[in-house]
């Protein structure tokens, strides 16, 4: 999961990774997966992802970042946006 505006991902911060596993190999689009996002008042990020077919998922809780991090973080993107 990224946080950020870049259109490439590997430009954007990584918060956090996370797997489903049980998806089959198919062709692109074929494979159906639900992916749910709730940020509650204390900014604390939920995501849930199921796969249609098996049922599987994964989930995750992202809780608040290091602020020191993340405002370091909020001056790279900035300049980041500025500079493209």
Not at 8 to 36: E, Q, W, Y
Not at 59 to 68: A, G, L, R
């Given at each position: ?75 790279r993107m900035i300049e980041d946006a500025i500079r493209y």
């Amino acid at each position: 999961m990224f946080e950020g505006e870049q259109p490439m991902a590997k430009d954007n911060h990584l918060i956090h990774k996370f797997r489903i596993s049980g998806i089959r190999p198919a062709k692109s689009g074929v494979p159906k997966i639900k992916i749910n996002f709730f940020v509650d008042e204390n900014s604390i990020l939920s995501v849930k992802a199921v796969n249609d077919k098996t049922g599987s998922y994964g989930d995750i809780i992202v809780t608040k970042i290091n602020d020191k991090e993340k405002d370091e973080e909020r001056k790279r993107m900035i300049e980041d946006a500025i500079r493209y």
